[in-house]
């Protein structure tokens, strides 16, 4: 499946670095990334791939959560169906 | 996609709380019927447990996966009334017992379907059912009852309306320790839907397959922050902004349905359109009326917003889903509704300006507490204005009102949870106990001449 992964919170150095760590970790393969700050927040987007993951899902955002916590960031995983649905006819 | 869509779906669901407000299972009980409680019993327990199993699962999972809160899971049932027909008083209660202990069992808040259809008159399963309400609703957590007492078709049957007052007293004396909760579980409808997804009032109709799933979606919040974008403009754009919005709540709701449906093995039945509140922050109908230009919900003007409103979510919501049904349309139950309880506390929504919405919008009376010592007739009397409002119109209408044991109007009411909290609403001093007596039936109205 493709999932969107979105990062949103205070800037700081390395966001990227360590969210494409873990991603790479787990295998999971970076197809589009999308990032500004946005009304002085950092806000990344990515597509990504996780037909390679050899971990769950639950187990990917767990991980994707214990880092944001860590960096004071809002890290989500949703499946892209979701925002292909709401907003493509 | 571009990131500002999946932005904006983001604060949709975190700051805007939008969510699916329930993944409702609709499971045809009618292989259970039979003369001996005990294996009515044995038969919907196990029907139940074995089609429902997964639904928590396979509910959570979609959550997980598309990061979309559902927030309850609800099993609906054929009308008890038919199933257990044949079953004296007891047998009735007994059902009601092994309900509760079915949707505990397969997790679920609420399970209906305790219901009857009476609009014409009372088979013998309805008159059984009417009788065992009181008690089956006061002594069950989770079960809910629903009785349609009237049809644009049928008319109103005045008996059943009299002998719902009655039910709804006794069974508010029997729950008096909880604020009369047991009422709360009960609704009287004109013209009920067969597959509504939101309780108290959703029974899987006659006409549905064996078991499906239907979904209720919600989202107040996104409604009212996208006419906060819009203040000012002309009404042509507010319901365009509605629509646009209805559009994508909706869009949400048909994916969750589609996949729920696909991984349960059951067939999709609808998506139901409605706007429902909760007692939340920022999850409110009223706030989006207030947005609309209303200094107050309930000051002149309400209902017209409400029309719109109303209109506006059902025209985007059709066009984004294969299949729509239930109740669609905006919700208006008081005690769920932060904004309703402030209006009503302020003295701006009164129990007449709330039956006047009720005719533009998409349920009725919804979660009103009134004071304990108004009388069953009065009660009869107020389901009886809501339903001609119904009948006449050729619409859904409602009644769940709540006579709080032994409290006055300005008192408030806490039913917890989901359910809310209330201030007692003030109710006509002026009896109608003359026109309860009367019984018998309010005949169709007639279909053409409209005006």
Do not use: W
């Not at chain 1, 919170?9 to 873990?22: E, F, L, M, P």
């Not at chain 2, 196990?46 to 996966?65: F, G, P, Y």
């Not at chain 2, 079915?102 to 009788?131: E, M, N, Q």
């Amino acid at each position: 499946m493709r999932a969107i992964i979105t990062v949103i919170g205070q800037d700081r150095i390395g966001i990227i670095a360590r969210v494409t760590g873990i991603l790479a970790q787990c295998r999971v393969n970076v197809l589009d990334i999308s990032q500004t700050i946005l009304q002085e927040f950092f806000t990344m987007t990515m597509l990504t791939d996780l037909a390679a993951m050899e971990i769950s899902l639950e187990e990917l955002s767990a991980k994707l959560k214990e880092a944001g916590d860590e960096m004071g960031l809002s890290i989500r995983v949703q499946h892209e169906d979701l925002f292909r649905s709401m907003h493509r006819i | 996609m571009k990131q500002n869509e999946i932005l904006e779906t983001i604060r949709m669901i975190e700051q805007q709380k939008l969510d699916i407000r329930t993944i409702t299972l609709g499971i045809s009980l009618r292989g259970c019927a039979g003369d001996d409680a005990d294996t009515v019993c044995g038969r919907i327990y196990d029907t139940i447990t074995a089609r429902a199993e997964n639904l928590t699962r396979v509910s959570h999972a979609i959550e997980t996966e598309y990061g979309v809160p559902i927030i309850n899971r609800r099993v609906s049932v054929t009308p008890i009334a038919l199933v257990a027909d044949a079953l004296d008083l007891d047998g009735f209660l007994k059902v009601a017992q092994t309900l509760d202990k079915a949707a505990k069992a397969v997790g679920v808040d609420f399970l209906g379907g305790y219901s009857a259809l009476v609009h014409k008159g009372f088979a013998r399963g309805d008159d059984t059912l009417l009788t065992a309400l009181p008690e089956a609703l006061s002594t069950t957590d989770r079960v809910c009852a629903s009785i349609n007492v009237a049809t644009t078709r049928a008319g109103i049957n005045m008996d059943a309306v009299a002998r719902m007052g009655r039910i709804i007293k006794d069974t508010a004396e029997r729950s008096a320790d909880r604020d009369g909760i047991g009422c709360a579980k009960l609704v009287t409808f004109a013209n009920v839907p067969e597959d509504n997804p939101f309780m108290a009032g959703a029974f899987h109709g006659i006409g549905e397959p064996e078991c499906v799933v239907n979904v209720g979606i919600s989202g107040p919040g996104a409604v009212k922050s996208a006419l906060e974008s819009v203040r000012g403009e002309p009404f042509d754009i507010v319901a365009e902004t509605v629509k646009k919005t209805a559009f994508k709540i909706t869009r949400m709701g048909q994916l969750v349905a589609r996949e729920a449906s696909r991984r349960l093995g059951v067939p999709f039945g609808i998506v139901d359109l409605s706007l429902a509140p909760t007692p939340a922050v920022g999850d409110s109908v009223a706030h989006i009326l207030e947005e609309m230009g209303v200094e107050v919900c309930g000051a002149p003007g309400t209902t017209a917003a409400l029309a719109l409103l109303n209109d506006a979510v059902k025209k985007g919501g059709v066009m984004a889903s294969g299949h729509v049904g239930g109740l669609s349309g905006a919700f208006i139950p008081v005690s769920e509704d932060e904004g309703m309880i402030a209006a009503v506390k302020r003295g701006a929504l009164s129990l007449n300006k709330l039956e006047a919405m009720t005719a533009v919008c998409s349920v009725g009376l919804d979660m009103i507490a009134v004071p304990g010592d108004t009388s069953a007739e009065t009660l009869s009397a107020l389901i009886a204005d809501e339903m001609a409002i119904g009948v006449v119109n050729g619409k859904t209408t409602a009644v769940r009102v709540i006579p709080a044991p032994g409290k006055q109007a300005g008192d408030r009411v806490a039913f917890g949870g989901l359910l809310g909290e209330a201030p007692v609403m003030e109710v006509s001093e002026f009896g109608s106990a003359d026109l309860i007596k009367r019984g018998g039936r309010i005949p169709a109205p007639i279909h053409s001449l409209r005006n």
